[in-house]
């Protein structure tokens, strides 16, 4: 398009791409960018394209696409999905609003904090920056945007705009508008003004978006990801989706049916990823799931997409351990479906802590309609049922959290004893309040490991969470759609998996032995 598209939407190289088809694969974009060399980069994280246009995109920027073109702000030939190394081909004196998604911008995200913790431990140097932080300054320094950026407006969105806002980063880095919240909601009259030439605040919150305004994509989304559900109404104090409020669920007819369309016809996806939430609350009112309507649900689209040949899937992605333990025969019913034929997945549960006290204090949603005191027989109780029905739980659990004492770390240590047996990763994730991002993230991520019981309790995490991972390396990389690729990566990474659970083992002996020291000392010493 010679004179370049009027919107034009992209994201950073590493949110963009759907490594290879596989998008678990993902989580290497918090590695420092010295480990992943240029042409890794573009091989490793391809974004498949046609004249600039990407062939498929983060679902996030899907929405944004549709919801423009649903609102009449431009029309279809008005505004693309780029792929953020071809800005060239879609960028041009046209142009008026380069619109960002961003997943991490800084590399202040839990997913970097745990790469820093596996390096550190593990005796690998960590230099440079995070490279999905690399690949979102890589957008903005395009040569593209650089040339055109007199006359065009960046806008950045996504789930980890705080890190700019909360850094002051969105004015040093010449951002003009940062939209948080649902873009649904008020979007598409952001953009309308914008492109009208008005002049807006630098910062727009935006409201939860009705179920109704919500558009069927346009653009088919990475991973086959459809989403079901949107919020939890659990209300934890940290978590994002309790912006949302309340759980919403979005029809299967004339909404979710279509977009598993869109995503096998236009994006040739095999495995349809049901997005929630908590997917075993689907069409819930409240705390209490809805059998009848999850397993409605699941049916529908487990025919809709064996309608297209028997080797296409369904799966799903986030529960709770509460609602696992309240509905076992819906968990089992729903496994019957997305794990037949003895198929294992992954699905991801937000442990956080095994403190029954801040349980209490922070999250007490969580747990219902059981007491905050059940809650570690719980998690122990819902990880053995999915495993008893195929699936590999992804159990977050978060150090540092606000008021956390050293008894609350020995509950997350009891708990790690509980379920050393069964098929879980457990990563420890770093909580940061946002006010101390600026200049001590490095120092809070030092400090966490240096202390001997946080210290403990999260290589010991680390070292269960690799055991798990070398044992199901095969799940992680089965959707790589380039044979010998998904061949070499599953070899490789069983292998480093193996090598990083023998260095946490050193590493948890130098611990209790008193002989970790914090990076500076270390750099020190070798200086002299």
Do not use: C, W
């Given at each position: 398009m010679s004179g370049g598209f009027k919107?034009?939407?992209?994201?950073?190289?590493?949110?963009?791409?759907?490594?290879?088809?596989?998008?678990?694969?993902?989580?290497?974009?918090?590695?420092?960018?010295?480990?992943?060399?240029?042409?890794?980069?573009?091989?490793?994280?391809?974004?498949?394209?046609?004249?600039?246009?990407?062939?498929?995109?983060?679902?996030?920027l899907s929405k944004v696409e549709a919801a423009l073109i649903e609102r009449g702000v431009v029309s279809p030939d008005e505004v693309v999905i780029a792929s953020p190394y071809e800005l060239e081909k879609v960028i041009g004196p046209d142009t008026r609003v380069l619109g960002i998604y961003v997943m991490d911008p800084l590399g202040l995200s839990f997913g970097s904090g745990i790469v820093y913790w596996m390096l550190r431990l593990a005796g690998l140097p960590y230099r440079g920056m995070p490279f999905i932080a690399r690949s979102f300054l890589d957008v903005l320094s395009h040569p593209a945007v650089r040339a055109h950026r007199g006359h065009l407006k960046i806008v950045v969105g996504g789930p980890a705009t705080w890190q700019l806002t909360d850094t002051g980063m969105h004015r040093k880095l010449g951002i003009d508008l940062v939209y948080e919240g649902e873009f649904e909601s008020i979007g598409p009259e952001v953009f309308r003004r914008l492109l009208a030439g008005e002049r807006l605040p630098p910062i727009v919150s935006a409201p939860p978006a009705r179920i109704e305004d919500v558009p069927i994509i346009r653009t088919p989304a990475n991973g086959g990801i459809v989403e079901v559900t949107r919020g939890c109404g659990r209300g934890c104090t940290f978590c994002t989706p309790t912006l949302s409020g309340m759980i919403k669920s979005f029809p299967f007819e004339g909404h979710i049916d279509r977009e598993i369309r869109v995503n096998i016809?236009?994006?040739?996806?095999?495995?349809?990823?049901?997005?929630?939430?908590?997917?075993?609350?689907?069409?819930?009112?409240?705390?209490?799931?809805?059998?009848?309507?999850?397993?409605?649900?699941?049916r529908k689209a487990y025919k809709l997409v064996k309608s297209y040949g028997d080797d296409y899937t369904i799966s799903t992605d986030f529960t709770t351990a509460a609602v696992v333990v309240q509905a076992p025969d819906l968990v089992k019913e729903v496994a019957d479906y997305i794990n037949e034929g003895g198929r294992w997945t992954f699905i991801e549960m937000g442990i956080e802590t095994a403190s029954p006290r801040l349980i209490r204090k922070l999250?007490?949603?969580?747990?219902?309609?059981?007491?905050?005191?059940?809650?570690?027989?719980?998690?122990?109780?819902?990880i053995g049922m999915l495993n008893d029905n195929r699936w590999v739980v992804v159990g977050t659990m978060i150090v540092n959290l606000p008021g956390e004492t050293e008894?609350?770390?020995?509950?997350?240590?009891?708990?790690?004893?509980?379920?050393?047996?069964?098929?879980?990763?457990?990563?420890?994730?770093?909580?940061?309040?946002?006010?101390?991002?600026?200049?001590?993230y490095f120092t809070l991520l030092d400090k966490m490991l240096l202390d001997p019981v946080r210290g403990e309790f999260i290589i010991r995490a680390l070292m269960k969470a690799f055991d798990e991972a070398a044992r199901d390396m095969d799940l992680a990389v089965e959707k790589i759609e380039n044979g010998l690729a998904r061949i070499f990566l599953d070899r490789l990474g069983r292998r480093l998996a193996n090598m990083l659970v023998g260095r946490y083992r050193e590493a948890l002996e130098d611990l209790r032995a008193r002989r970790l020291r914090p990076a500076a000392a270390e750099a020190e010493a070798a200086a002299r």
């Open positions: 919107v034009v939407l992209t994201a950073e190289g590493a949110t963009a791409s759907d490594t290879l088809g596989a998008s678990v694969a993902g989580f290497i974009s918090a590695l420092p960018d010295s480990y992943i060399k240029p042409f890794i980069a573009r091989a490793y994280f391809r974004v498949l394209s046609k004249d600039g246009r990407a062939l498929r995109a983060p679902y996030g016809e236009r994006g040739r996806m095999k495995d349809i990823n049901l997005h929630s939430d908590e997917f075993f609350r689907y069409g819930a009112r409240g705390i209490d799931p809805n059998p009848e309507k999850v397993l409605d649900l699941t999250m007490p949603g969580k747990v219902k309609p059981f007491e905050p005191e059940q809650y570690p027989d719980i998690v122990e109780q819902a008894d609350d770390v020995v509950r997350d240590l009891e708990l790690l004893d509980r379920i050393k047996r069964l098929r879980v990763m457990t990563f420890p994730l770093p909580f940061i309040p946002m006010g101390a991002l600026r200049r001590t």
